[in-house]
């Protein structure tokens, strides 16, 4: 299909019901535990994995502790690869005719001596085994398994994505509070017991609330924004769904919150190290039975990638208009006009649930799916 | 012989927007014709980048009236009888992250030293630690290694140190330590190594790490205590980033399928140009190109301090600093942690509130190409502009010029998407606080960074794009230094114009002055400085006749003396910030900064 010179814009979704997939990361050396076409809950282990090998090694300089002239220690070790030691036991020696040229070298670990290499003895200490494990996080079915790298869980389910937050996973019943029309929840409009309840507020959170959230056993939070230091203080995954500071959550989206009220829900915050297009966006996803009927749309997922056009759902993401939901009223790609800031860009008019309409740079638009 | 090409595109695949532009003969000449932007496409939903490739072409085709690109979004070339199509598409691209990298050496004044050189003129690398022998005693410990080796998880290792001949026991045992890393990690874990220390252990490292994932070896780049090597081994370091990155980003085979070989980094082509530009006019060049991810300064010697052509050498010597970890759009949390919200705010004309700052800021990098609509938000994004720019000057001050600056040249959106061009201007002379007479210019058209890789592939066509279309002339700016007195008069200058008219003007100290004067128009400037201000030429109070060119904004004085100078009192900060803008901004600008922030909001009939 030949695509117009219209411009294509970010996409983010808030999808009563949809075909969602969930790409689950896992160490290399993880065990997986399912296979496709496997149906998975959200609270099951999907591989296992142990703690990486250098964290628990330690490295005996032989050569330069012996004093020895080469790195060779073949001649002077006393433990040979693969056997134990123990705190002080002996595991080279260098010995000579003359009894104050006697040098001794002592594990300073228990372990397993791993190998002998270039002069340096590396002993796997003893310790419990950290095996961590990776859930799935939805239920769904497993629709591929990659050992080593990753596996695909797809569902069917409602689908909010937000645009930033604190790095987590949680797995809840969502738990709403009451709309509040401050700008900013305090923690005295927390309930009191938020035992596993991913917490949902249309406004903006402080780090007390974040705190307060812990403490009434919250597994998470979903705000309309946070603060820019909220991650030096959450101790569970935040989704902001507009942004950092003082935002207001669109009603459109607080209502389809609404909607899902009392669902166990899966909270996806992935982390901010990576650059941006390289990871998903914070998602809330509530998984649903498969309708009787499911209908793939692939019309949808062509649109998906499409530029925007008439009549297409859009988010403003900058002032004066931020965080407002609309739609575009016209086609007209090419007009410029001058903002408030001075600059002179191209845009559309866009049309805002409160009937204002106002004339936006495409550049500040985000289409909501 | 290579077939004449009357019709090119060149493409500059960011990590945030993708422009493409079509460069034509018209009339014997190459000319930039048309141009076209898209939201770069490597994300979901597209994960193509020659999606956004084609969105920017169709805006050309609009513009044009004819296709480039078939129905089924392949490129047509060579150009068609029927004029579709084009012979050559150049793309550059910085879509890929960089690559994390921990630089090891035997010692930290000296080898070091010479690495963070070499990886500092490194396109798509990110410095993320460095570690020497002599770092302190715990560093002959084979534990404090893995320590910090597991904690940096690099993925590339750039060993250097010792020079050719020397001492080889310390370099064996760094050599092995690293080994010893790669070791212990499962194989698909393992960094790239890159060996660039004494080249007779060569051998011995390769030894030491067959079976342990890959080494690659390079020039050392320090051969000697006196002579660095870094240029070669930072070329074949980029050839890694671009075998490893960006091939990697999706879409990108496809495009290399249309141009016939892989993108060129983007920073290396604005290198390129830079070298091109002062070699052929005989300046001395810096460049600066503020992307989203990343910030490039380069710089280039091209005459001698005698005023001479400098000899013609490699392009390799052009200065290059790219720091991958400085941007203005995505990349703004990483430059947030080396940038305080106080070095920011210092720029405003009103009091801001840091975390207001920040929020701003990080906002902005959810969204890297939105763009502000409102003046605080566009005064915090030059504020950081500004900073980002300070910061990398500082790092590329080894290649400063002896003899001050005959070009400064400003690329990216930042600085090319101002409410008026004076903004740009006034950007440039903040971040670099330049002394002398230089010219400013502006990539208006964003095509800087694809012209270096275009002056390999087609001179000529770069030549005359260079020449008539890519850049805005700004002006000519006459900087000064020493000590200046704010109100007291610090320069007189009279401008004898070619077409008889003359200007006088009397500039007193810290302020900006505009002087108009056409692009069309050129002179004689004659510089009378105050008893203790420089005007560059090196001794205060020394006047100076110069040839001079108009521009878009004309003369610019900048009297504010070097380095500039902040009060620590806020509001008298806030009002000589004011008072700059007033200097520099048009008349038009000034009233809109002025006007309540309000958005153009119209009510549904």
Redesign the interface.
């Known amino acids: 299909?030949?695509?117009?010179?219209a411009?294509?814009?970010?996409?983010v979704r808030c999808e009563e019901w949809t075909r969602v997939r969930i790409e689950r990361t896992m160490p290399?050396?993880a065990e997986v535990l399912v296979q496709e076409g496997e149906r998975v809950k959200a609270t099951q282990a999907i591989a296992r994995a142990t703690n990486?090998?250098?964290?628990r090694?330690?490295?005996v300089?032989v050569a330069?502790m012996l004093g020895l002239p080469t790195?060779d220690v073949s001649s002077v070790m006393v433990k040979q690869r693969g056997e134990r030691v123990h705190v002080g036991e002996l595991l080279a020696v260098r010995r000579s005719v003359l009894p104050f040229a006697y040098r001794a070298c002592r594990s300073p670990v228990d372990g397993r001596l791993m190998?002998v290499?270039?002069g340096?003895a590396?002993i796997e200490a003893d310790g419990e085994e950290e095996v961590g494990e990776v859930l799935a996080w939805v239920d769904g079915n497993v629709v591929a398994v990659v050992p080593?790298s990753h596996v695909i869980i797809e569902t069917e389910a409602a689908c909010i994505e937000g645009?930033?937050g604190v790095a987590g996973e949680a797995y809840g019943v969502l738990q709403l509070i009451r709309e509040t029309l401050s700008a900013q929840l305090t923690p005295e409009q927390l309930p009191t017991d938020a035992t596993d309840a991913i917490l949902v507020t249309n406004v903006s959170i402080s780090h007390q609330v974040l705190e307060r959230a812990a403490a009434i056993g919250a597994r998470g939070v979903v705000a309309a924004g946070i603060?820019?230091t909220a991650s030096e203080v959450a101790t569970l995954p935040v989704m902001a769904t507009e942004?950092?500071?003082v935002r207001s959550m669109a009603p459109e989206r607080f209502r389809l919150f609404q909607e899902l009220e009392g669902h166990y829900a899966t909270l996806m915050v992935p982390s901010?190290h990576?650059?941006?297009?390289?990871r998903?966006r914070p998602a809330i996803i509530v998984s649903r039975m498969p309708r009787s009927h499911p209908e793939d749309n692939p019309e949808r997922d062509t649109r998906?990638?499409c530029?925007i056009c008439k009549g297409d759902r859009v988010r403003a993401?900058?002032?004066?208009?931020a965080d407002r939901w609309g739609s575009i009223l016209t086609e007209m790609w090419d007009e410029q006009?001058k903002?408030?800031?001075?600059?002179?860009?191209a845009g559309v008019?866009v049309?805002f649930s409160t009937?204002?309409?106002?004339?936006?740079?495409y550049?500040?638009l985000?289409r909501i799916v | 012989m290579r077939k004449q090409s009357n019709s090119l595109l060149v493409a500059d695949i960011g990590s945030t927007m993708t422009t493409v532009a079509l460069i034509e003969r018209v009339h014997g000449r190459y000319r930039f014709v048309a141009r076209g932007e898209s939201l770069t496409t490597h994300g979901w939903p597209w994960s193509d980048v020659t999606i956004g490739v084609c969105t920017a072409a169709r805006q050309i085709e609009q513009l044009v009236g004819r296709a480039l690109f078939r129905d089924d979004g392949t490129l047509i070339r060579p150009r068609t009888a029927h004029g579709e199509g084009v012979d050559d598409f150049v793309v550059v691209s910085s879509a890929a992250p960089p690559m994390r990298a921990v630089l090891v050496g035997l010692t930290h004044d000296i080898s070091l030293r010479s690495g963070h050189r070499a990886l500092a003129s490194v396109t798509g690398v990110q410095l993320v630690d460095s570690f020497a022998l002599d770092n302190g005693a715990e560093w002959r410990d084979p534990n404090t290694w893995l320590t910090a080796l597991q904690r940096a998880c690099p993925e590339l290792v750039l060993i250097v140190g010792g020079c050719d001949g020397g001492a080889d026991q310390p370099m064996l045992d760094l050599i092995h330590l690293v080994a010893l890393y790669n070791r212990l990690l499962p194989p698909a874990e393992r960094p790239l190594v890159c060996y660039a220390g004494n080249v007779q252990l060569a051998e011995a490292a390769a030894r030491a790490f067959a079976g342990l994932g890959e080494l690659r070896v390079m020039a050392n780049v320090r051969p000697s205590p006196e002579t660095e090597n870094i240029n070669r081994t930072a070329l074949d370091i980029e050839a890694l980033y671009r075998e490893r990155q960006l091939m990697r980003t999706p879409g990108m085979t496809r495009v290399a399928e249309w141009t016939g070989e892989v993108a060129v980094p983007a920073a290396r082509s604005f290198g390129q140009l830079i070298h091109y530009v002062g070699e052929r006019y005989a300046l001395n060049v810096i460049g600066f190109d503020v992307g989203s991810g990343q910030t490039t300064v380069a710089s280039y010697c091209g005459r001698t301090l005698d005023g001479a052509s400098a000899p013609q050498r490699d392009e390799s010597v052009v200065h290059l600093t790219v720091r991958t970890d400085l941007g203005v759009g995505w990349n703004i949390p990483s430059a947030l942690r080396q940038i305080t919200p106080e070095q920011i705010a210092r720029w405003f004309p009103d009091e801001v509130d840091a975390e207001k700052i920040r929020e701003i800021l990080l906002n902005k990098s959810l969204y890297p190409q939105s763009v502000p609509a409102e003046m605080t938000e566009l005064f915090v994004e030059h504020a950081l502009a500004r900073e980002v720019m300070r910061v990398t000057c500082a790092a590329h001050s080894d290649a400063t010029s002896p003899k001050g600056w005959d070009l400064i040249l400003g690329s990216g959106r930042i600085l090319t998407r101002t409410p008026a061009p004076s903004y740009a201007a006034l950007l440039l002379l903040d971040a670099l606080e330049p002394v002398g007479v230089t010219k400013l210019a502006l990539d208006v058209g964003n095509i800087a960074t694809t012209l270096g890789a275009l002056a390999k592939h087609n001179p000529l066509a770069a030549a005359d794009v260079v020449e008539y279309d890519a850049f805005l002339t700004l002006g000519t700016l006459v900087a000064t230094s020493g000590r200046i007195v704010p109100g007291d008069a610090a320069l007189r200058l009279r401008i004898e114009c070619h077409d008889g008219s003359t200007v006088q003007e009397a500039v007193s100290g810290g302020t900006i002055r505009i002087i108009p004067l056409p692009s069309y128009r050129s002179g004689t400037l004659a510089l009378h400085p105050a008893r203790e201000v420089d005007v560059g030429v090196g001794r205060a109070g020394t006047s100076a006749i110069v040839e001079v060119e108009g521009g878009m904004l004309g003369i610019l004085v900048d009297t504010r003396g070097r380095p500039l100078a902040f009060p620590a009192e806020a509001q008298a900060r806030c009002q000589m910030i004011r008072r700059w803008l007033e200097d520099i901004l048009p008349r038009q600008s000034r009233s809109i900064r002025t006007q309540a922030d309000s958005g153009r909001v119209l009510q549904a009939a």
């Open positions: 299909m030949k695509q117009s010179g411009p294509l814009v970010p996409i290399m050396t990486g090998v250098p964290r090694v330690h490295v300089d330069g790195r190998t290499w270039y340096w590396v080593g645009v930033c603060s820019t942004g950092y500071g901010e990576m650059p941006p297009w390289l998903h998906l990638g530029p993401v900058r002032a004066p208009m006009i903002t408030s800031s001075g600059l002179t860009l008019e049309c009937e204002a309409v106002a004339w936006l740079p550049l500040n985000e």
